[in-house]
């Protein structure tokens, strides 16, 4: 159920995921993980391998275009922590470019096609990857949307101004937010917070960082708490991820993503605020 106003009252131990020393009921995937192909063949109109430089890195993404003229609406992805590649998010973007969004992708430094050694630079390696995404042909400036997960929330609230700057998103979704009320109100743009019912400090995450953002910014974000997920938003009602079969990626939650998807097909048909600049 999505909830675009505050209905749900939930307990939740009230401390930071560094004090609790863990965030998830389950590991983060990592490299020695299984990380699948995604299955894009069919759903792809064009896959484009992206190179861009951050600091004196060069770096690897990819810009995922779906069928239909363009220009698209265009989904960018800033990652979990981790020493992540673009394919651990391989399976967002199959369900998103099945509802007409264009998808960013990328390697992180050290990781897949990207330069460098990982462990160091993460939100200027994210902002960067946003200034290559937006720049690219054939996206839809007008319809751009932030999706940020995990650590990704933190670096996204830190450097709100600078994305906005760049290109101010459409809407901003939140999965497995870290961001509790003072953090949460730097982004100015409406959101919708998706999070587990797992999460040890649920309510500060939750409903109290939605009711901050609303009250900052006039009734504009949404929340959705997926109930039986991990942390990172895949199912556990029939038990724990196995993250070295590649079958995980058949698990994520699917009220949580048809959350999203909703959220920002609502976006994207709605009025777009102020100016905006398009660019084929």
């Known amino acids: ?49 992206v190179r861009f430089v951050s600091g004196d890195v060069e770096l690897a993404g990819e810009l995922d275009l779906p069928p239909g003229a363009g220009p698209h609406p265009l989904v960018f992805i800033i990652h979990h922590s981790g020493p992540v590649p673009r394919d651990s998010y391989g399976y967002l ?3 998103l470019l099945r509802a007409g969004y264009a998808v960013f992708r990328f390697d992180k430094r050290g990781t897949g096609a990207s330069g460098g050694v990982y462990g160091c630079c993460e939100s200027d390696d994210a902002l ?15 319809r751009v949307f932030i999706v940020a997960q995990s650590i990704g929330t933190q670096y996204l609230a830190m450097r709100f101004e600078e994305y906005a700057q760049a290109q101010a998103p ?5 999965l497995s937010s870290l961001l509790h009320a003072d953090d949460i109100v ?9 999070v587990a019912d797992s999460e040890p400090d649920l309510q500060a995450i939750g409903p109290e960082a939605a009711a901050a953002h609303n009250a900052r910014f006039s009734s504009s974000a949404a929340l959705y708490i997926a109930e039986g997920a991990e ?24 009220g949580a993503m048809e959350a999203l998807v909703q959220q920002l097909d609502t976006w994207r048909v709605a009025r777009a605020p102020g100016k905006c600049e398009r660019q084929r």
Do not use: K
């Open 231 to 254: 942390h990172t938003l895949f199912d556990i009602r029939n038990g724990p991820i196995d993250w070295t079969d590649p079958r995980w990626v058949e698990r994520y939650h699917r």
């Open 93 to 95: 973007a199959e369900i």
């Open 170 to 174: 459409r809407g901003v979704a939140l």
């Open 1 to 49: 159920m999505l909830f675009s106003t505050l209905l749900i009252g939930c307990a939740g131990v009230q401390r930071s995921p560094a004090e609790s020393g863990s965030v998830a009921a389950q590991p983060t995937p990592l490299l020695a993980d299984a990380l699948p192909t995604p299955r894009l063949d069919g759903i792809a109109a064009e896959r484009r391998e």
């Open 128 to 142: 960067a990857a946003y200034h290559a995404a937006i720049a690219q042909p054939g996206i839809d400036r007008c």
């Open 186 to 194: 730097r982004i100015n743009a409406p959101i919708i917070v998706i």
